[in-house]
């Protein structure tokens, strides 16, 4: 009897803001009602918010960093939803990413980012340098919400969605493709030997 292959992508969807009152739930929610469904991803959340995160000085061993590694490890591939605070991503989602090592390898990366006039694409310019240099792999195309704060409801519905709902359906089908390759290559010859540590 042959076995089933699992076709399902696993991603992991990371939230890049750990600010109480933060915008990023309403961003955040959208994306996940987004892949959540029958379609062909399983998904998980990485939220720095929830996490209980050690202070910066602390190793790398701290449970809530050992939990965040578990499920990045697990991952087929990634979505990090990042505001811009100062032309740049969140120090929060900088001390998640560097804390995790390994992990990330041969792996895409797609991103939805918010801000004010540029939609966050600043800091995403940024994340895509951080995730080549980790042996990530940052997909072309992405979704950006310009002036976010009027984008949105007080419940959190996207106004005028569809723009940016054919822009995810662009990338998640972009981040399937590229997790299904990546996935196989991994599994055929582990990465790993091309990266050393």
């Given at each position: 009897m042959l076995k089933k292959l699992d076709t399902r992508i696993r991603l992991a969807l990371i939230y890049g803001?750990?600010?109480?009152?933060?915008?990023?739930?309403?961003?955040?929610?959208?994306?996940?009602?987004?892949?959540?469904?029958?379609?062909?991803?399983?998904l998980a959340i990485i939220d720095p918010g929830t996490l209980e995160l050690p202070p910066r000085h602390v190793g790398s061993g701290h449970p809530a960093l050992e939990e965040a590694r578990q499920v990045i490890d697990w991952a087929d591939?990634?979505?990090?939803?990042?505001?811009?605070?100062?032309?740049?991503?969140?120090?929060?989602?900088?001390?998640l990413i560097d804390s995790i090592g390994p992990e990330w390898r041969g792996k895409p990366v797609g991103f939805v980012s918010y801000g004010g006039i540029s939609g966050g694409l600043r800091a995403v310019e940024q994340l895509r340098l951080v995730f080549g240099e980790l042996h990530a792999a940052p997909i072309r195309d992405g979704v950006a919400f310009s002036d976010a704060w009027n984008r949105f409801d007080?419940?959190?519905?996207?106004?005028?969605?569809?723009?940016?709902?054919?822009?995810?359906?662009?990338?998640?089908?972009?981040?399937?493709?590229?997790?299904s390759a990546l996935r196989n290559a991994r599994q055929t010859v582990p990465y790993g030997q091309f990266a050393p540590a």
């Open positions: 803001s750990g600010r109480e009152g933060r915008f990023c739930d309403k961003v955040a929610g959208w994306a996940v009602s987004q892949v959540e469904g029958d379609g062909p991803f399983e591939g990634f979505i990090v939803v990042t505001p811009e605070y100062n032309r740049a991503y969140p120090a929060i989602l900088k001390f007080s419940e959190g519905t996207l106004i005028d969605a569809d723009r940016a709902e054919q822009a995810m359906a662009t990338m998640l089908a972009q981040l399937h493709w590229w997790a």
